[in-house]
């Protein structure tokens, strides 16, 4: 198999623009990015578990306030 030469200009189109610069940053994942799951079910001081989800239940309303509390508490927004 024959390979080409090396080109004599290389193009740097990724460095023309912000925009573009963005399109092709590379993504980046911080805390700000993520999001606490919380469900809500009817009812009374209950907690289901989630079972496609470890770690995730389905909480009533009173549940979600203490939650929610504990969670201002921990300095989680």
Do not use: C, H, N
């Not at 590379?26 to 578990?49: A, C, M, N, Q, Y």
């Amino acid at each position: 198999m024959a390979i080409g030469p090396y080109p004599a200009t290389r193009f740097r189109r990724t460095k023309q623009g912000d925009a573009l610069r963005r399109l092709v940053l590379e993504t980046s994942l911080g805390v700000d990015d993520l999001i606490w799951p919380v469900f809500l079910r009817d009812g009374t001081d209950d907690e289901t578990p989630v079972p496609s989800m470890p770690g995730v239940s389905r909480l009533t309303v009173d549940r979600v306030v203490s939650a929610a509390r504990d969670a201002a508490d921990l300095g989680i927004p």
